[in-house]
């Protein structure tokens, strides 16, 4: 059966290729060029007013859309559409000036003045009835507009404000929260310690670096609220478009990893996901394994919404100016790199920035129109090369993949994680930690979804669980049932310490039942130094049939084997010939427990020997030489497999007797299939 999502917008059943447009800067002379330019670089979406609320109003209430209209007909004209956003991430100086509450306060309680972007406050009413008012101006104008396509909803929503109505406003969540019951709030906060019982909601400020900065309650439920609130600030701004426009999708742009905002929690709320993506290429020294951590991220894209395909809001075609060494993509690096945010799921390529702007912060940046202005650039050629591939690739549009595999990576953990004081002050390395569980996967060419605490996981064959902290409600029981119906579970050291409030599980770790499906009781866990090493040695015979011997660092759970059988010890220091790796049959299923920090070749070996038992789903059925993955998109019948070289030098794989037809060029391909430096193949199946 075939089964695929539907274009992110109907109306444009094909891959969007385009980029952040910024017509506002230029004047109207240089519109009618980057319309010839546009054509010839193959783009097709632009996204266009994300910072151009000046524009269009330049003085309260007098909103000028004329330049905008002259905007959306040009690209309906020339046969392209309009990204179109919501002006909320920059605000004119007449509003700031007018209404300082809009601006921020920082957690020392001082308020910014105006300036930068991303500076505003999400719970003022002002702000919010500006934004409303604007964004329903713009549905109003373009509901109709044959160019519009999806709304971009601000531009990368981020930070906190610690403003007397945000005091409030989380003073109201948290009442809502705790049933309007204080002792509730400080039994969660456990405020009996150092005295810091609330007698009065009033009482309770948000975290301050001149007040309260470690009361791990108090943090991880003003993270929670401000999660909220930016989400509710966002409900705000699309409530127009969902009343004018039902039927254009809506987006936010996220940013991969970035830890303020709990994206999995806010992914629910947008039409389609979309993040901007920036890796520092050719600066790392391993272009592959910085490809394996993107390639994660896509995945964690992906995997918000089940599946459904997302949109590359933002990368560039050649360098960022902002990072440390702005080092230009070598040739073949912009497709390859294009192409792997499609072979994650992606239904579109899109860039900052279009043109090059002439002044200010971002004049460096890469962009599809360089100052010389014409198309006769490299990076101009690049893109017109891989808008020209993505023509080509309408098939692949709504495919998707379904792994036998997932990781959990949860924000609520990781901010509890990185919170907490246990564990040395620099080396928790949580989401590090989680990628490299993923690694292994990445060489294999196994597909693997990324997914938060709160997701379903009876599909998967093989749950990884690195470092889960905090067990919120339901996870232990859904990771129980789990296993007791035949699932495969690897648990690491330092899981299931603590519940949703932060207080630790009594009663022995890991808590909350898993202690019973992992059959072992970790007793104490033991941090070594930096530049300490010790040794997990397989037990001789082991089940797994793992043999030599592996390095571990940093962490050391010292468990007790209740039940489950132990395939590797220590080697060293005063818990040699500990348990360092077992496992346990419950119901139907096994449960690991690995319980060191361990080396790659650790995470190679151990997760190699499970791929084989599960015989877990790969996108090839062939080996990969270092530094190439192969990802998978289908739609149940037909397979496109993503084959990419993310080394700077030829590689091959051996595809075997079977026969594929490269998506690429048309032919037929078998055997030994030669990849340049930074070469790519799709391949038909
Ligand atoms: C972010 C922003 C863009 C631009 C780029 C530059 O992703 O959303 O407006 O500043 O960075 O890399
Ligand atoms: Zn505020």
Redesign the pocket.
């Known amino acids: 059966m075939i089964q695929r999502y539907p274009p992110i917008n109907p109306r444009f059943p094909h891959f969007l290729h385009g980029g952040?447009y910024n017509p506002d800067q230029w004047p109207e002379e240089v519109w009618a060029e980057d319309m010839r330019l546009m054509k010839l670089a193959n783009c097709n979406a632009m996204s266009v007013g994300?910072?151009a609320w000046a524009r269009l109003e330049p003085e309260e209430g007098r909103y000028d859309f004329s330049w905008l209209d002259r905007v959306m007909d040009l690209l309906a004209e020339n046969g392209a559409y309009a990204v179109l956003a919501t002006p909320s991430?920059a605000r004119p100086a007449w509003l700031s000036q007018k209404y300082p509450e809009v601006l921020r306060v920082r957690s020392d309680r001082g308020r910014n003045l105006h300036g930068i972007?991303h500076n505003h406050c999400m719970t003022s009413p002002v702000y919010r009835q500006k934004t409303q008012a604007i964004n329903r101006a713009l549905a109003e104008r373009y509901k109709d507009h044959p160019a519009l396509l999806v709304w971009h909803i601000s531009?990368?929503y981020n930070g906190e404000c610690h403003c007397d109505l945000c005091q409030a406003a989380f003073r109201n969540w948290l009442k809502k929260k705790y049933d309007n019951d204080l002792d509730k709030l400080n039994k969660a906060w456990w405020t009996s310690f150092w005295s810091h019982t609330y007698t009065d909601w009033e009482q309770i400020e948000s975290p301050s670096p001149i007040g309260e900065p470690i009361l791990h309650g108090l943090n991880l439920d003003w993270k929670r609220y401000s999660n909220d609130q930016t989400i509710d600030f966002f409900l705000n701004e699309i409530q127009p478009l969902r009343e004018l426009t039902p039927n254009v999708p809506v987006t936010t742009?996220f940013?991969g990893l970035f830890p303020g905002l709990n994206y999995p929690k806010f992914a629910q709320y947008v039409d389609v996901v979309s993040w901007?993506n920036?890796p520092v290429w050719h600066t790392t020294g391993s272009d592959w394994r910085l490809a394996a951590q993107v390639s994660f991220i896509h995945d964690q894209n992906r995997s918000m919404k089940g599946g459904k395909p997302f949109m590359l809001m933002?990368s560039?075609p050649s360098n960022?100016?902002?990072q440390p060494i702005p080092k230009l993509k070598r040739p073949g690096m912009h497709k390859l790199s294009s192409l792997q945010a499609v072979a994650h799921g992606s239904d579109t390529v899109q860039y900052?920035?279009w043109r090059k702007s002439r002044g200010s912060?971002?004049k460096f940046?890469g962009a599809v129109v360089d100052h010389v202005g014409h198309e006769h650039t490299r990076v101009f050629k690049d893109v017109s090369e891989l808008g020209a591939i993505l023509r080509q690739l309408d098939p692949v549009i709504g495919t998707t993949v379904h792994p036998d595999v997932a990781i959990y990576l949860d924000w609520e953990n990781r901010w509890a994680i990185e919170d907490m004081q246990a564990l040395g002050r620099d080396r928790r390395n949580y989401t590090d930690t989680v990628i490299a569980h993923y690694l292994p996967f990445w060489k294999r060419g196994i597909p693997v979804d990324v997914i938060a605490e709160e997701a379903e996981i009876s599909q998967y064959k093989l749950v990884i669980v690195p470092m889960l902290y905090m067990l919120k409600p339901g996870v232990a029981e859904r990771i129980r049932a789990f296993v007791k119906n035949g699932g495969t579970l690897v648990m690491t050291y330092w899981s299931g310490i603590v519940d949703e409030n932060d207080l630790c599980f009594l009663g022995g770790w890991p808590g909350n039942g898993l202690r019973e499906v992992l059959g072992i009781w970790d007793e104490e866990t033991d941090t070594i130094t930096p530049e300490e090493r010790n040794r997990v040695l397989p037990v001789p015979g082991n089940e797994l049939g793992l043999s030599g011997g592996f390095e571990a660092r940093d962490y050391f759970a010292l468990i007790h084997a209740e039940g489950a059988r132990v395939l590797a010890t220590f080697g060293n220091d005063f818990y040699a010939g500990r348990p360092a790796l077992t496992v346990n049959d419950f119901g139907k299923g096994q449960a690991y427990y690995v319980a060191s920090r361990n080396d790659e070749a650790f995470m190679d070996s151990f997760f190699g020997k499970l791929a084989e038992r599960l015989d877990l789903l790969r996108a090839l059925p062939a080996e990969l030489p270092e530094g190439v993955t192969a990802q998978l998109r289908s739609d149940g019948q037909n397979r496109f497999i993503f084959v990419m070289n993310f080394n700077p030098a030829p590689a091959t794989v051996d595809l075997g007797a079977a026969s594929y037809r490269s998506l690429l060029s048309g032919q037929s391909v078998t055997g030994p299939l030669g990849l340049p430096a930074y070469g790519v193949e799709i391949l038909q199946a």
């Open positions: 952040d994300i910072f991430g972007r531009n990368e742009n940013m901007d920036y933002e560039t960022t100016n902002w900052f920035q912060a971002e940046h």
